[in-house]
Nanobody, 119 residues
């Protein structure tokens, strides 16, 4: 199973970006939780938004009210709409998924996508 993230880039403070993540594989798999993490230079990777397979959503306090996560279970995709971006949101954003496949459990990270917030 592979995770492909996209959508990062340069945005001015107050601007918006949408990140997307797609899970794919040539074997049968079932995703439980999908989440977005981010890691800024010199800081630990932090969880910012998670969606369970039943649709339960949680956010880090730092992004509540500004970021919206959504998931399409049929397409195995995860999106993160980021509004009112701040310089402190600049980081490499990572998609994560866990679940199961015919080859065993899934605990997968996608390659990061860089978000730069600067004027």
């Amino acid at each position: 199973v592979q995770l492909q993230a996209s959508g990062g880039g340069l945005v001015q403070p107050g601007g918006s970006l949408t990140l997307s993540c797609a899970a794919s594989g040539s074997i049968y798999f079932s995703i439980n939780n999908m989440a977005w993490y981010r890691q800024a230079p010199g800081k630990e990777r932090e969880l910012i938004a998670r969606v369970t397979n039943s649709g339960s959503i949680s956010y880090a306090d730092s992004v509540k009210g500004r970021f919206t996560v959504s998931r399409d279970n049929a397409e195995n995709t995860l999106h993160l709409q980021m509004n009112n971006l701040k310089p402190e949101d600049a980081a490499v954003y990572y998609c994560h998924a866990d679940g199961a496949s015919t080859l065993g459990s899934i605990n997968k990270w996608g390659k990061g996508t860089l978000v730069t917030v600067s004027s």
